[in-house]
């Protein structure tokens, strides 16, 4: 398979099926999001617009109204008193639900809008609001984007892609939810997790000592050592707001990663690249379909790209593969005419 660039979605998404991997990273299909992942948007905007308006309010001490202007909900004003009631958070919690619900393909009911609220204030109650609430942090970036060229010789890609010739370097992509500042050495890194605390390629349970071996967070760690070289300390703190079987259950955790970790991180990546370009027939990880990953979870067994077509997208890709081999899949099914591993996949 073409690699020309790794997101932390991506690294992940390999080891939980190589077909999903290959359709939405390869061919550049993306599926519609479902209700939970939905409802994870909610609550991270909500947090995103309080540390937005928390470093306005940081870099205008003088100001009595704060002002942002969001892609997603508009422009947000909020007098300084108000900005720290609880009523504000439940009007950003009802505008960020609207604004993501109008375009939803999902069905939502009162109790979905309870989940958000519920996963909202789970971050931002957090022992007394002192650590996960943007309000009582020094903000240093909200929601920087990182694309990185990796400075490996390993790194360096050479494709012939539909009769070009593309040649360039791995880069590492993703956004990170809010950087603050501890001291004039020490930035934090958060990472809110609706989702729950599992692995679930394996089905393993995150623990801390998991989390300190976890690519996703080794990928975020090392983007923060070349966007922020100027900290000498860079603390990774992931929150997530449900146990391993899905119940709320607040469980942060704080990852003192450090420089010696940054050749352990190349080392990993240099590997999980070479798996993935030598694969040049991705595996389905369950052909009948009917674990639940792919029942419930992947929207590449739910639809067909015709509905003419007599199987799922998975299965027509795959046959075709069998069939025509990678070069003509790739040219076959790529999404609108995009040149494989050009297509930005987003997450
Ligand atoms: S349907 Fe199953 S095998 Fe196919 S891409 Fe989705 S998860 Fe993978």
């Known amino acids: 398979m073409i690699v020309t660039y790794i997101r932390s979605s991506s690294y992940n998404n390999y080891d939980y099926c190589q077909m999903q991997y290959f359709i939405t990273y390869v061919l550049g299909w993306r599926g519609d999001s479902g209700r939970r992942a939905e409802q994870g948007t909610m609550v991270h905007k909500v947090m995103e617009v309080l540390a937005a308006l928390k470093k306005y309010k940081q870099e205008n001490p003088k100001a009595r109204i704060l002002k ?69 942090r020094n903000v240093y970036y909200t929601e920087p984007h990182f694309d990185i060229e990796i400075e490996e010789d390993w790194a360096k890609f050479d494709y012939e892609i539909n009769g070009e010739r593309v040649e360039g370097r791995l880069a590492i992509k993703g956004t990170i939810d809010l950087v603050t500042q501890i001291d004039d050495d020490t930035i934090e890194v958060i990472d809110w997790k609706t989702g729950r605390r599992l692995n679930w390629a394996t089905g393993e349970v995150k623990t801390y000592d998991k989390m300190m071996n976890d690519p996703q967070l080794l990928l975020y760690f090392y983007a923060m050592s070349k966007m922020y070289p100027q900290f000498k300390y860079r603390i990774m703190s992931i929150f997530f707001s449900k146990d391993e079987e899905g119940k709320y259950d607040p469980q942060p955790f704080s990852l003192p990663f450090g420089k010696e970790d940054e050749p352990r991180f190349l080392e990993m990546l240099r590997q999980q690249v070479e798996k993935i370009r030598q694969n040049i027939n991705p595996k389905m990880i369950d052909p009948t379909h009917r674990n639940f990953k792919c029942r419930i979870l992947c929207h590449f067994c739910k639809n067909k790209f015709d509905p003419k077509d007599s199987e799922s997208m998975c299965k027509t890709v795959y046959n075709s593969l069998q069939r025509d081999g990678y070069d003509e899949t790739v040219a076959n099914y790529t999404k609108d005419g995009h040149n494989i591993g050009y297509y930005e996949a987003p997450g």
């Open 68 to 136: 942002t202007i969001d892609d997603a909900i508009g422009e947000v004003k909020v007098g300084t008193k108000k900005f720290y009631e609880d009523e504000f958070v439940e009007e950003l919690l009802q505008r960020s639900y609207e604004a993501y619900k109008k375009d939803s393909v999902n069905t939502w009911q009162p109790s979905h809008y309870k989940e958000v609220v519920k996963g909202a204030w789970l971050f931002l109650n957090h022992n007394n609001r002192k650590d996960f609430d943007p309000r009582y």
